[in-house]
């Protein structure tokens, strides 16, 4: 089968839609099929990316761009003069996504992946843009043969929302290969030794794109003013507006390392280094690093928001805080796991069981594959 993957970035960006396409698009090749992929020139954008271009990706020229949000004329006009025998998008809420939903020829099959559901606001600008582009996602899902939501309350939501039909929505979770976050020892010793992290000190740790809609401030003033005397080191590991990295460096103390663009072998150190992980995201699909400190056996303290609750069982997984949370309930979850080493051991082991049973990524290529298969025979 001819595939083509239509996503608004793609690596060398950095992020979890990025290595979702990326992992989709290896699987598929490997079970025979053809994939060209079409994104916008944002995705490099990002000079110190360790990763590199594709020759096989089309990007496409931003035309322009709002919020992260890019809309590529160029793009436009590749998909419309394609002919691939099925078309998969990734999240309605994209530019790009509409462009293509439009472009893509009448009688072409169409797959889409929702990363995200559930569009929180956080501010009167992204509020008010979410009512105006609800028409347009609409628009995009009247286009779409089949959806994939990444859990159980993102697809009740989207059928809630968008009146889709049952049967056109299946729940096919994020994924990842657990077996490539078993660190050696000499890596981990290295990793620690070139950013100075103490292995009998506790660390904490937090991977995400830096914006404000990821909640980097509420992690850091967690440590500074509800954890101001508590033997630790962390690390916030993501890239962002150089204003929103100068304000958390001057927030933060002297216990916190801010890391950017690390090649995947330190990224894998730096999960097996942590004692607990945390992610504070306000609206989510699965994401990936959520799973990647599963697969490491570290306790996740993470938002109660999108599919996280499908995999981070309250108190069995780690610990679920509400949608922006307070930083003092963010420290009393992360000291939770620091007082309790029997408890962190029995976490990391359930975790890493999780991962390996509910969220590989060859189970997750497998049912979207079948899902190719099932809308082009339609």
Not at 141 to 159: C, K, M, N, S
Not at 302 to 311: K, L, N, R, S
Not at 356 to 364: A, I, L, M, S, Y
């Amino acid at each position: 089968m001819d595939v083509a993957q239509v996503t608004h970035c793609y690596r060398p960006s950095i992020g979890g839609i990025e290595n979702y396409v990326h992992r989709l698009t290896e699987s598929a090749r490997a079970n025979g099929h053809t994939v060209t992929t079409y994104t916008t020139d944002l995705s490099t954008r990002n000079d110190d990316s360790p990763l590199t271009t594709a020759s096989d990706v089309y990007y496409c020229e931003t035309t322009a761009s709002l919020l992260r949000n890019p809309l590529s004329l160029e793009l436009h006009r590749r998909v419309r003069s394609s002919d691939h025998d099925l078309y998969h998008l990734h999240s309605p809420w994209f530019l790009s996504t509409l462009s293509a939903a439009h472009a893509i020829p009448e009688d072409a099959p169409v797959v889409m992946t929702v990363h995200g559901a559930n569009i929180k606001a956080t501010g009167p600008l992204v509020r008010g843009l979410d009512l105006a582009y609800r028409p347009l996602a609409g628009y995009v899902f009247e286009r779409v043969d089949h959806t994939i939501a990444l859990g159980v309350p993102e697809r009740q939501y989207l059928l809630d929302r968008f009146d889709l039909q049952p049967s056109a929505v299946s729940v096919v979770p994020n994924g990842i290969y657990p077996e490539t976050f078993a660190v050696s020892d000499a890596t981990l010793a290295q990793f620690r030794e070139r950013y100075r992290l103490d292995p009998d000190v506790p660390t904490l740790l937090y991977v995400s794109r830096l914006t404000p809609e990821k909640n980097p401030r509420r992690f850091v003033d967690a440590i500074v003013d509800h954890l101001p005397d508590r033997e630790l080191q962390a690390l916030v590991v993501g890239t962002g507006k150089q204003s929103v990295l100068d304000d958390l460096r001057n927030r933060a103390d002297d216990r916190t390392q801010f890391l950017s663009n690390l090649p995947f072998e330190e990224l894998q150190a730096a999960y097996q280094a942590a004692t607990v992980f945390a992610f504070l995201g306000t609206w989510e699909g699965l994401p990936t690093v959520v799973l990647e400190a599963m697969a490491a056996g570290t306790p996740v303290v993470a938002t109660e928001v999108g599919a996280i609750p499908d995999a981070v069982e309250q108190g069995t997984n780690g610990r679920l805080l509400p949608e922006s949370p307070e930083p003092r309930r963010v420290a009393e979850s992360i000291e939770h796991y620091l007082d309790r080493p029997d408890e962190r051991a029995a976490v990391a082991r359930r975790n890493r069981e999780r991962i390996e049973q509910r969220f590989h990524w060859d189970d997750v290529a497998r049912s979207i594959l079948d899902i190719y298969k099932t809308v082009a025979d339609e």
